[in-house]
């Protein structure tokens, strides 16, 4: 008798393990699709120079780590009356910012174009609230071409 009890608290055992490995599993499925659902990048920030240039700021989501983003400056030129990417440069290191101070209140803490040609561009950000901005990044836009100022 205690054999045939014991066998059926064992079978009972694995159906509760297996049971419940599903309803984990399936959590971590849900899980899963809301960080693919999770915004990728934000714009942060974005300045028309005359009607030659446009020139933004845009938080790059890290797919290696959620919390780490990259920072995207694209140069648009004005052609027929459609704005077209003429360049695109990585504002410090790629994975290098955090994703939540970046796309958060008081991000920007420095962004300055000119529509002279060359056009001189700043930008600083905000590393953590606790840490502050970042050092300037010093650009100039030339014929639409970004170079390090």
Known sequence: MS??????????????TLLMAAVLGAAGAGASNADSAAPR?????SSVLGSDYKITLTA????GDQLAASVRLQV?????????ESDRVTVGDVD???WYPLTGSGAVCEFSTAGTEPAPLTASLQITPSIGCSEPAH???????VFAG
């Not at 650009?139 to 071409?145: D, I, P, S």
């Open 96 to 98: 290098g910012w955090f």
């Open 139 to 145: 650009y100039v836009v030339k014929q639409g071409r």
């Open 60 to 63: 790059l989501r890290s797919t």
């Open 76 to 84: 648009y030129k004005q052609t027929d009356g459609v704005w077209k």
């Open 3 to 16: 054999f045939v009890h014991h066998r059926t608290r064992v079978a009972a055992t694995a159906a509760g």
């Open 41 to 45: 990048t934000k714009l942060i920030a």
